[in-house]
């Protein structure tokens, strides 16, 4: 039996039919795992260009809108960042309102 570094064992002599798969369809599944790779990369990458974003709002003391999912409209300067939250000091509050980045469908500063 004959080992493919990149599919194991060779099925070929068990069954007395043809490998799983040709070396063309090798090729084109590989192809399209590299390009997914290339759009998870991209992705994260985005991901932390999004988060710098914040940061430097937060340095700035920028009054920035969050608009949520459901509609609501979350005003203020933001005071934190972590992974999943965002904490947003807001006119008239005692205490930041604490935002969850996924519940955020756009942000915006006051200026724009």
Not at 52 to 74: A, H, I, M, P, T
Not at 90 to 101: A, D, G, L, Q, Y
């Amino acid at each position: 039996m004959s080992e493919h570094p990149h599919r194991g064992p060779s099925q070929a002599g068990k069954h007395g039919g043809s490998p799983g798969i040709s070396p063309s369809e090798f090729h084109e599944l590989r192809a399209k795992v590299l390009d997914l790779e290339k759009q998870l990369s991209e992705a994260l990458s985005e991901k932390n260009r999004w988060n710098e974003g914040l940061r430097k709002w937060q340095e700035q003391k920028s009054v920035v809108q969050f608009k949520l999912l459901n509609g609501d409209l979350v005003n203020g300067v933001i005071v934190w960042v972590d992974r999943y939250t965002i904490g947003v000091e807001e006119h008239n509050r005692e205490s930041p309102t604490i935002v969850h980045k996924g519940a955020i469908a756009t942000i915006k500063t006051r200026s724009e």
